[in-house]
């Protein structure tokens, strides 16, 4: 028998939008974030009958029918579920594609259902050790600890796992469920030597699916000494993906839409159920120990506009925030960030300070650019030779953004706060979208981890880097003077004598790092060997931007001017940089009257400086 591919059957679903499909076939109208109508399935005069776009559903509170935009159909125009889908898919113009349901695939959606069942079993018995069995003594008092009394435990079906399985393996041979069933739940690992169990003292997390389906585990480590793995959870199955689950969605749909079309993205289990049972902020969810995908944005994207990150206020919360940020801003969410305390989590938070600490760190959300360039600003005041390369980084996150006009909104800001020129930073940014235009990165690959690093200076690039590396844009003038220092050793020697006066270019131009480094390193002139080893200390974005210097012998007539030509004209550019930042700075709608004042006057100074370098 043929049927409609999943693949298939998804991308009809997503296609739909339920308000457009209905507002077809009854009279809707607004209220609130939802949309009110009689129902067409009952005779009535006030209306019952609520959509709800976020989460893509329909509702009737007078006879209680409820469902999708595939189910309307079914009911509106007694169709078959797959006639439903067809009807849908002409809509909007998706060609169906079906497939004949050999034996494997029904052996396949059999196994599903009973991995399902055997994983619903589990939960339970978890559940009832933890909550009864003397020997999860120290397993309650860790909750206690955190402050996750039994009734939270409830609420989330959380459990324990004991050090040994037999137990729950009798139970499940009383009802003919086999050690293979087990195993195929990944409720038991398979190795060499046979079947062991995966999850041995551990908080069971039980995962669920957006149908409320127990179709998974994340089990906590209660004695480290014994697995240095804090966190395990069920490998891929018939019923678990990780990349595409997020813990705590199948709660937190309604509240999201009643919450503005928000969502709250956490990092950890722990976060998730302290937000909504100690802070009544329902609309939170968080990933399963793994990196943020693109399939978990796009699924989140189906139910909110907005998303706030409330990761740890620490360097390695940065570090994971800025990936996720990637993520949600590609599929098209607004992305704010919750400015957590230096150390602390929001569970913690909650602990230390009480819940409305958290609650008002949410409501306070900024933008994540805004928030980002603040939590930087006094490291950059320390590092000035930082500033130049932090831009660079702050260009490409603005990159990130697919509207052109929300975009350039967050360049415009950006420029202010970092006092920079906004043409300027317009342009690096218009750079990098050409650049990733002619060589898009492909989707198989995770966004680049970039984190701005004090001590180094220069971008960090993990283990998920995609391929082809965007490189660093090189200003002119920078490119000029690398240009001298690989192919003139007087010329080099004379850029290291004014290695003072090159210090202003060096931090305000794109890609003064690079020169900087390149001074410090001092690589011989047209040595290929030497220039190699100069391009393994940089980045692979800086490696990229010189990539195409040509450090051949140049037989310049007169180094020394030409190094001076060059290294005025940097200066020269350097200043009016330094002006293009005070004016944009200037157009800070906050900034008093006095304080505008003293920067016209610093205007006027460097003015005066540029004009008489011109005249020299």
């Known amino acids: 028998m043929a049927r409609i591919t999943q693949e298939c059957e998804a991308r009809i679903k997503e296609s739909a939008d339920i308000v457009e499909l209905l507002g077809k076939y009854i009279e809707l109208r607004r209220a609130g974030t939802a949309w009110k109508a009689c129902c067409p399935f009952h005779a009535e005069k006030t209306p019952s009958f609520s959509v709800n776009p976020s989460r893509q559903s329909f509702h009737c ?18 169709l078959s579920y797959p006639d439903a889908l067809r009807r849908l898919a002409d809509t909007h113009g998706i060609p169906v594609i079906e497939e004949e349901e050999n034996p494997e695939m029904t052996r396949q959606r059999r196994l599903r259902s009973r991995v399902i069942e055997v994983n619903q079993q589990a939960s339970d018995y978890y559940h009832r050790l933890l909550c009864r069995d003397p020997r999860a003594a120290h397993v309650r008092d860790y909750l206690k600890r955190r402050q996750i009394n039994l009734e939270m435990a409830r609420a989330w079906q959380l459990g324990w796992a004991p050090e040994s399985f037999q ?48 179709v998974g585990f994340s089990g906590r480590v209660m004695q480290d000494d014994k697995d240095p793995r804090k966190y395990v959870n069920t490998a891929d199955t ?6 595409e689950l997020l813990f705590g969605l199948h709660k937190a749909t309604g509240p999201i839409g009643k919450s503005s079309m928000t969502v709250v993205v956490c990092e950890g289990q722990i976060d998730v159920i302290a937000c909504h049972e100690k802070a009544d902020i329902r609309n939170a969810v968080a990933g399963l120990g793994t990196a943020f995908t693109d399939e978990h944005a796009q699924m989140l994207r189906k139910y909110a506009k907005r998303a ?7 360097r390695a919360g940065i570090k994971a925030s800025e990936k996720t940020y990637r993520k949600l801003i590609a599929a098209g969410l607004e992305v704010y960030q919750a400015a957590l305390p230096d150390g602390e989590d929001p569970d913690s938070l909650i602990c230390a300070q009480g819940p409305q600490a958290l609650r008002d ?117 920078i490119r000029g003077l690398i240009t001298l220092a690989a192919g003139n050793l007087e010329a080099q020697q004379a850029l290291v004598d004014r290695i003072e006066e090159l210090q202003s270019p060096i931090q305000n131009l794109a890609g003064g790092m690079i020169l900087q ?17 100069f391009c393994q200390c940089l980045s692979p974005a800086q490696a990229a931007a010189i990539k195409g210097i040509d450090i051949a012998p140049a037989a310049l007539e007169d180094p020394l001017l030409h190094v001076d030509q060059v290294a005025a004209r940097a200066a020269r550019d350097s200043l009016q940089l330094d002006i293009d930042a005070l004016r944009s700075r200037i157009l800070n709608p906050r900034l008093g009257a006095e304080e505008k004042i003293k920067i016209l006057g610093q205007i006027t100074d460097i003015q005066r400086m540029l004009n008489d370098a011109l005249g020299s």
């Open 517 to 533: 480094r390149l001074l410090e390193q001092l690589p011989r002139p047209h040595n290929r060997e030497d220039w190699a080893s």
């Open 361 to 477: 760190a949410i409501e306070n959300a900024c933008p994540y650019l805004e928030l980002r360039c603040s939590q930087e600003q006094e490291t950059l005041m320390r590092e000035p030779a930082s500033r130049a390369n932090f831009i660079d980084i702050m260009a490409e996150l603005a990159a990130e953004i697919p509207d052109a006009t929300r975009r350039d909104i967050s360049i415009a800001d950006l420029a202010t706060r970092l006092n920079t020129g906004l043409e300027n930073l317009r342009e690096q940014v218009a750079h990098l979208l050409r650049q990733r235009k002619s060589s898009p990165r492909p989707s198989r690959f995770a966004a680049p981890d970039r984190r701005f690093d004090p001590d180094e200076a220069e971008y960090d690039m993990g283990e998920d880097s995609y391929a082809p590396v965007v490189p660093v844009q090189l200003h002119s003038t």
């Open 61 to 78: 509170f007078g006879c209680g029918v409820g469902g999708d935009a595939v189910k309307f159909l079914m009911m509106f125009e007694n």
């Open 308 to 314: 706030i990150l409330c990761y740890d206020g620490d």
């Open 167 to 214: 137990d729950f393996a009798k139970l499940a041979r009383s009802q003919n469920i086999q050690d293979e069933l087990l195993a195929d739940a990944y409720l038991l690992g398979r190795s060499q030597s046979g079947l062991y169990p995966v999850f041995r003292d551990r908080l069971m997390f039980p995962i669920h699916n957006l149908r409320g389906e127990v």
């Open 238 to 243: 018939v019923a678990f993906h990780k990349g």
